[in-house]
């Protein structure tokens, strides 16, 4: 079975800190992706990365940075947390090369920035 | 613009009925489709997919229908159990070329009535 590990199921920060989200996953898949889930809105890409070093912008990328030095950790960065990053981080892994192009996902870290 | 679309936000039936949840898409680029189920303070986990080579796929008590031409999907389960309540998303891929994005529909919230 895949697992896809998130280091927090919740978080409290303040306005103006720094935050990291950590993801880990065990099954050596190249794709990594790093989304959040607000009501309404569903499921919007924040960042992913296609290899080790290698990221890309997704759909809402700004506030954001991510970091992928190990082929198996994906993190993403909140430079200055705002009230309006409070959401479900939800990351993602999947495998490169293949017709089936599932992702499997943690269980997400529910961030509060008060 | 969405091009995953997701329609009802909510749909609820009683227990041992169908369960018929409804996807559009508008890219036509897109060839893989996928259907993941969501409890809540968990992360999706994927249910059922089917390619664009197939109009049906079945797996148990879930079946995926693609009509290529309305650019449709739809997701029925039967019979329909208390514990299928959750929000299900629909998702999309365009797998040949891609850098292995799903787009996400917005979620149905499924309510299952003992």
């Known amino acids: 079975d895949v697992k896809v590990t998130q280091s927090s199921r919740y978080l409290v920060k303040r306005t103006g800190e720094k935050v990291f989200l950590e993801c880990v996953q065990d099954?050596?898949?190249?794709?990594m992706f790093w989304y959040r889930q607000d009501p309404g809105l569903g499921l919007r890409l924040i960042y992913f990365s296609y290899d080790v070093k290698m990221k890309e912008k997704g759909d809402i990328p700004e506030g954001y940075s991510v970091s992928r030095e190990k082929k198996e950790r994906f993190s993403l960065i909140l430079e200055s947390a705002s009230t309006n990053q409070t959401s479900m981080y939800l990351c993602?892994?999947?495998?490169?090369?293949?017709?089936?192009?599932?992702?499997?996902f943690g269980a997400g870290t529910r961030l509060s920035v008060l | 613009d969405q091009q995953v679309k997701q329609n009802s936000p909510s749909l609820s039936v009683q227990e041992g009925r169908i369960s018929i949840l409804n996807c559009d898409y508008t890219?036509?680029?897109?060839?893989?489709f996928l259907w993941y189920k969501k409890y809540p303070a968990e992360g999706p986990t994927f249910l059922i997919s089917?390619?664009?080579?197939?109009d049906k796929n079945e797996d148990g008590r879930f079946t995926v229908f693609l009509n290529k031409s309305a650019k449709h999907l739809s997701l029925h389960i039967v019979p329909s159990q208390p514990g299928d309540s959750a929000v299900y998303f629909c998702?999309?891929?365009?797998?040949?070329?891609?850098?292995?994005?799903?787009?996400f529909g917005k979620g149905t919230l499924l309510t299952v009535n003992p």
């Open positions: 890219n036509s680029m897109f060839d893989y």
């Open positions: 993602a892994s999947s495998l490169a090369g293949l017709a089936k192009n599932i992702q499997y």
């Open positions: 998702a999309a891929s365009a797998v040949k070329g891609s850098n292995y994005k799903l787009t």
């Open positions: 089917i390619s664009s080579i197939k």
């Open positions: 099954m050596d898949h190249e794709n």
